[in-house]
């Protein structure tokens, strides 16, 4: 358990807050929770959830340690 809650911490830390592209910026260069869609670990399924989780919870995102990358709200 207190591993868990050390990388859920740690995880905390790393992933930092995301920001929103302004509305007129190219698509290509968006991110959510600091990865963009042709990031390694990333992909255009995982990339839309990652924007479903920032919805739910803005600049609240983890971004657990999968590849592909998998997000979550705390």
Known sequence: MKT???MLAL???????STHPPA???PSSATCAGHGPNDAC???DNFAACQARE???PGQVL???S??????CP
């Open 55 to 57: 919805a739910e919870c």
């Open 63 to 65: 971004a657990l340690e």
């Open 42 to 44: 990333m992909n255009e």
């Open 4 to 6: 868990t809650l050390a």
């Open 24 to 26: 007129d910026a190219d």
């Open 67 to 72: 590849c592909p990358l998998q997000f979550a």
């Open 11 to 17: 995880l905390l830390v790393a992933c930092g807050s």
